[in-house]
């Protein structure tokens, strides 16, 4: 399964907030690569950049690492249930697309910091 078919096997009302997630995240993070990791779509640049899944009530974006998140993008958060790992974007509210787009951007600049 590639993203396409991923983003066409979830109910129709899904399909739309996460095509505008896949290119919120293309465009912050032009030179990744985009596949399949652990059935997410995943984009890769180098290492794991981010992922996002569809759950029943929220996307998940898994940028890893929250602990390591700069002080602007964790006030951010505020509101928004964390793990370790992932952050839920509940959908009974609008989407953030802007927090995601710089989440992916601090992520690409982690990663290129590693190299």
């Known amino acids: 399964m590639d993203i396409d078919e991923y983003i066409e096997s979830q109910p129709p009302i899904l399909q739309d ?6 290119v919120t995240i293309r465009e912050s993070a032009p030179c990744a690569v985009e596949k399949m990791a652990w ?12 992922h996002f899944y569809a759950q029943k009530k929220h ?3 898994y940028p890893g690492a929250l ?3 700069p002080d602007n993008l964790t006030e951010r958060l505020a509101g928004y249930t964390k793990t370790k790992g992932a952050i839920h974007f509940p ?11 710089d989440i992916t951007k601090w992520r690409v600049e982690a990663l290129t910091k590693k190299k």
């Open 39 to 50: 059935q997410m779509p995943t984009f890769w640049q180098g290492g794991n950049l981010i």
């Open 17 to 22: 907030i996460l095509r505008k997630v896949r």
């Open 59 to 61: 996307l998940g974006i």
């Open 67 to 69: 602990a390591d998140l």
């Open 91 to 101: 959908y009974d509210k609008p989407i953030d697309y802007g927090l995601i787009a």
